[in-house]
């Protein structure tokens, strides 16, 4: 039974009421909100949450969540821009400057609306993928994995 939820604002979080980057908030207080039952869908989680805490509706968005048997952890989710840029920059590094050849689609669904996809990038001779993800709902853009593609012998 859930009894607490943890929110775990983003460094960039500018409200003077939490100086503390880390709220917690009880089950108890909160549950009436949701019926006392907890949400299965998150943007209807994190809305009650900025409701409970007073904030701008989307304060949260972009954040994840955690759920594991007492607590609900909601913290910044770093599919979507909380990470540093020079972090981005070194996971793309392989890209940047490249040239985007094409359009890449996983080819194992037979429903389209389930295919991967992606861009084809060509930079200084090397071929890579740069995979479209989406989350477990089935939600995107999500998170990204670059491949590097395996040359052929010219």
């Not at 460094?11 to 009421?17: G, K, P, S, T, V």
């Not at 770093?78 to 392989?94: A, D």
Request: aromatic content about 10%.
């Amino acid at each position: 039974m859930i009894n607490q939820i943890s929110v775990t604002f983003p460094q960039n979080f500018l409200d003077e009421r939490y100086t503390n980057r880390n709220q917690l908030i009880e089950w108890e207080d909160i549950q009436d909100r949701f019926n006392g039952e907890v949400p299965t869908n998150d943007m209807t989680l994190l809305q009650g949450i900025e409701d409970e805490l007073d904030l701008e509706r989307n304060a949260l968005s972009g954040m994840a969540i955690k759920r594991t048997e007492n607590v609900i952890l909601v913290f910044p989710d770093p599919v979507f821009g909380h990470l540093p840029p020079e972090f981005l920059e070194k996971k793309l590094s392989p890209i940047i400057n490249g040239t985007i050849t094409g359009i890449a689609l996983e080819p194992d669904y037979e429903d389209d609306s389930e295919k991967f996809w992606g861009l084809s990038v060509e930079n200084l001779g090397r071929l890579f993928t740069l995979w479209i993800l989406r989350d477990d709902e089935g939600n995107g853009p999500g998170s990204f994995e670059l491949q590097e593609e395996p040359q052929d012998d010219r």
